[in-house]
């Protein structure tokens, strides 16, 4: 390998060798209170075992940077590449996705020691890779970072599933947000400039920085809570079926949905199962694991709609506007599609965003779950309309 990266300042290769121990040392840190047996659980497909999280997000570093970048380099287990990539078809073939639980091997230990063999080999490379190749690491970085709330929330939906109700965090405290009332802020509309600037890091689809127009609107200033969806319930909103999308009444009627995710009602009292365990619903505390089918349906009972993906970014430097940040992410009403002028990356790493655009919906902000330092005004974040694991919720926003 050539000595370009030699050439780079010291603290910037300091700061990089920082943040990559940081980054892997807080996976370790989500994943220390979980049992071995926690930790191959898999609760649905869409969730994925603890292990395998880790494992994961490990093999990113040694697909996408020692293997190409580090000559000489020791593949930990060349069994790995099959059981731990997850959708990237230019890499090979891969272990079916809603069959990782059954993956009791490798054992967790096994899964540790690859975390410190790659840990190791990717520390000792970072001085000698090109500026390019740290653009990949810092990728990966951020990356890990959607894996630790992936894990963070397929744990908790795997708790949710077991009779004893374990808490992920005993000690865990509910979040009421900002206190006083929600009112509407004018919008006036107008051109607006959507995207990311690109003078720091962002996923490929932030970009490219465009010119929007907007209508005038309104857009709330906080999230709706817990006591406002209660009123939906307690008015018939599962059950009137002009309120929902066609799809979206199809699946309450296949779920039988009436309730958030993780709501119980017990003799007339309602509790959310959390981070913390069952506990009594906080009522002024912004609603959580909501899907798009019922944001929309909730927004239009209460006569409002969802904001797009760009009013709530352009809404979200005004300072009226609170909570937009680590809470719940965000319902929008708008599709997951490319900005204009998007191109994916070549190769493999060109697998990351840009062959789901279709079929899913943008969500906006971070959760509780977000790792710090994670989230930013672009950040579009992304599931299909029927998903509520997350920590998912809504604002609401009128029309003028």
């Known amino acids: 390998m050539d000595d370009i990266g030699l050439h780079q300042e010291p603290s910037r290769l300091d700061s990089l060798s920082h943040r990559f121990q940081q980054v892997r040392d807080m996976t370790e840190a989500l994943a220390a209170g979980l049992t071995d047996e926690d930790q191959c659980v898999q609760s649905m497909p869409d969730a994925s075992p603890a292990k395998w999280h880790r494992a994961h997000t490990t093999w990113f570093f040694e697909q996408f940077v020692l293997v190409p970048h580090v000559p000489g380099y020791q593949v930990f287990d060349s069994a790995f590449g099959f059981l731990f990539n997850s959708y990237y078809e230019a890499v090979g073939p891969r272990h079916p996705r809603p069959s990782r639980g059954l993956l009791t091997r490798p054992s967790v230990t096994q899964v540790t020691h690859y975390r410190r ?12 890779l090109p500026s390019d190749v740290h653009a990949v690491v810092e990728l990966g970085l951020h990356h890990e970072q959607q894996h630790q709330e992936l894990l963070f929330t397929d744990m ?9 109700l374990p808490a992920m965090i005993p000690d865990w405290r509910e979040s009421f947000g900002c206190p006083g009332e929600t009112s509407f802020i004018r919008c006036p509309g107008g051109l607006q400039r959507i995207g990311h600037d690109g003078n720091s890091f962002c996923f490929d689809n932030e970009t490219p920085l465009h010119t929007t127009y907007l209508q005038p609107h309104a857009i709330a200033s906080r999230l709706v809570r ?60 912004p609603v959580r694991h909501v899907s798009w089918y019922e944001a929309d349906a909730f927004a239009r009972w209460s006569q409002a709609r969802l904001p797009t993906e760009m009013e709530w970014e352009a809404a979200s430097t005004n300072p009226a506007i609170q909570e937009t940040a680590g809470h719940v992410w965000q319902w929008t009403d708008s599709a997951y599609r490319p900005y204009p002028g998007y191109k994916a990356a070549p190769g493999a790493i060109g697998e990351y965003n840009g062959k789901f655009m279709i079929n899913q919906m943008v969500l906006r902000g971070g959760s509780i779950a977000t790792p ?24 609401l926003a009128k029309d003028l």
């Open 226 to 285: 817990n006591r406002d969806w209660l009123g939906f319930i307690q008015d018939g909103g599962y059950q009137t079926s002009s309120l929902w999308m066609s799809d979206g009444w199809a699946t309450v009627r296949e779920t039988g949905w009436n309730a958030p995710l993780h709501w119980r009602e017990d003799d007339g009292a309602w509790f959310q199962f959390g981070p913390g365990g069952l506990t009594p619903l906080v009522m002024d505390a």
């Open 117 to 128: 063999h790659v840990d190791a080999a990717v520390q000792q490379a970072i001085p000698r």
């Open 156 to 164: 908790l939906h795997a708790f949710a599933a077991n009779p004893l």
């Open 372 to 395: 710090q330092g994670h989230t930013r005004a672009t950040y579009r974040n992304f599931f299909h309309p029927d998903k509520r694991w997350q920590f998912t919720g809504l604002r």
